[in-house]
Structure formats: structure tokens, C-alpha cells
């Protein structure tokens, strides 16, 4: 239905225009009807990349935000350099440093691997690599924000129960904690899904960049751009669902949890039903 929508009113804006250009729409309605291996291929390491490179930020972002956290005073300094860097500079060049500066550097170069019967190319494993990286700063503050939401009073009193700082950490504060990290968790994920097409500059062949090669072979670039731009709305709208879902589980018990927890509408189009004593409005 979305695809329908958004194509009757492009097709109604593109009769109307008095351009020389010549629509090719076969391209965009086969690019998403009946998508060929490579945008199939596109998709998959797609959701790939993002799903690795966000379970590395996470991991990243619990041990920043306990080393932000730390009483030992070089955990809390290399946390905070850690933080710092990959916060402040941009994504692109991280991703282009990794890649071509460790590279020819002779530092590292991305040689290629073979990891449970799947064949890993240099350029995968150095955006997989930076986008980790680069989320888990960001994970960091996130997850810093979830343990501070938490009354330390609970931290004490699972010390005096006889468990250790990790003990507590893992069993008492991090689950409870949980229902303060998810939402940003989830929007970060959105945003990691369309981030991946920055790896178009190391010839990743995301979706972005197999888009890129169709429209620069049949020099189409309207129909496959738009193309490319329905996959990546229709992979965050399948996102929110699911995202949607998990907070909804996660707030059951919750004091006020479903009456404030956003609907589909609220996320995709900032609409909100809201009810009063008169009804609703």
C-alpha cells in the first residue's frame, strides 16, 4: 500500500512536469516487485552489517558506560577518550581511515576471511568494524543514561546480599535499566540501517551501492534511487513494528506504561490519539 501510494503520486507529478527527461518505470517497479540477485544480495548484507555492527556497539556501549563509570581512574579516562573520538569526528572518515589508512599503513589489511562457511571480503569485515565501532560511543551515553535512571539504593542493597559489583550489574540493574535503553537502542538501529549506505565509499555492495551500479549502467537514476529509497522505508517501517513490540513487552508491569507508550502512527507520522475526560482528541 505505502509503494502503491508514494508511485501514483510520483507518476502524477512526473506527467505533469515539462521536463526532456524519460521515465524508465519498469526499472522501479522490477527493482521492487521483482528484485534480481544483486538487489536481493543488497538487502541481505544490508540487515547483515547492521545487525552485527549494532550487537558490537551494544557490547561496546555497556563496557564504556561502566568504564565512564568506573572508581579506577584509567578506565574512566580511556572510556572517556574512547567516547570522545568516535563521537567527534565523522563517520565517513572512520570508515575510509580503517579501511585504506590501516590498509596502506600496513597496520591491518582486511584480508579476507571464512567464518562459519561464509566468505567474508576485507571491505565487510572494515565497515562492519567501523560502524561498530562508531555506534558503541554512542551506546556508551545511552547505556550510562539506563544505569543513573536506577535508584542506587538497589545497588547497595544487592551488595548487601553478598553480590559483587558485577553480580548486580548483570542480575538487578541491567534488566531494569532495560526499559530506559530500548527505545534509543531502537532508533539507533533504525539510523544504523541507512547508515550502512556510507559504505559505498569502500565498494561495499550494500543496497545503497548496488542501487548506485544499476543507475549508472542504465543511467536511470530517478527510477533506481527511488527504488532504493522504498527498501530502506520499507526496512525502518518493518523496524518500528518490531520495535514498537519489544517496548510494549518490556513496559507490561510498568506504572503508566501503556497508557504513554507510543502507537505505529505516533512513530511513523508523529500522530498521537489523546484522551481526556471528555474523550478523545
Known amino acids: ?12 507529478g512526473c506527467a505533469s512536469g515539462e521536463g526532456s527527461y524519460q521515465y524508465h518505470w519498469p526499472y522501479f517497479f522490477n527493482s521492487i516487485f521483482h528484485p534480481d540477485d544483486q538487489i536481493l544480495y543488497g538487502l541481505w548484507l544490508t540487515l547483515s552489517i547492521s545487525i552485527v555492527s549494532q550487537l558490537i556497539g551494544v557490547v561496546l556501549g555497556v563496557f564504556g558506560a561502566l568504564g565512564k563509570m568506573a572508581k579506577f581512574l584509567p578506565f574512566r ?5 574512547y567516547i570522545w573520538f568516535f563521537r567527534g569526528t ?25 567464518l562459519f562457511g561464509l566468505h567474508i571480503e576485507g571491505e565487510i569485515q ?42 548486580a550489574m548483570w542480575r538487578i540493574i541491567l534488566p531494569q535499566a532495560a526499559r530506559v535503553i530500548v527505545p534509543p537502542l531502537g532508533n539507533e538501529f533504525n539510523n544504523m540501517l541507512k547508515t550502512t549506505s556510507l559504505l559505498v ?35 525502518t517501517t ?37 484522551t481526556s475526560g471528555t474523550g478523545v482528541r
Open 1 to 12: 500500500m505505502l509503494v502503491g501510494a508514494l508511485a501514483v503520486v510520483l507518476l502524477a
Open 77 to 81: 579516562l580511556l572510556a572517556n577518550f
Open 90 to 114: 565523522p563517520l565517513l572518515v572512520q570508515i575510509t581511515f580503517f579501511f585504506f589508512g590501516l590498509s596502506v599503513a600496513k597496520i591491518y589489511t582486511w584480508p579476507p576471511i571464512d
Open 126 to 167: 572494515a565497515g562492519i568494524f567501523a560502524l561498530g565501532v562508531n555506534e558503541g560511543a554512542y551506546m556508551s551515553e545511552i547505556v550510562r543514561a539506563g544505569i543513573i535512571s536506577i535508584d542506587p539504593g538497589q545497588l547497595e542493597a544487592a551488595k548487601s546480599l553478598g553480590m559483587t559489583y558485577a553480580q
Open 201 to 235: 565509499i569502500i565498494s561495499v555492495p550494500e543496497l545503497y551501492t548496488i542501487f548506485s551500479r544499476k543507475q549508472g549502467q542504465y543511467f536511470a537514476p530517478f527510477e533506481f534511487f527511488l527504488a532504493a529509497a522504498v527498501w530502506y522505508l520499507l526496512l
Open 238 to 274: 518493518l523496524w518500528s513494528i518490531v520495535q514498537a513490540w519489544i517496548e510494549r513487552r518490556l513496559g507490561k508491569g510498568a506504572a503508566g506504561a501503556s497508557a504513554n507508550e507510543p502507537g505505529l502512527a505516533s512513530r511513523l507520522l508523529g500522530y498521537r490519539w489523546r
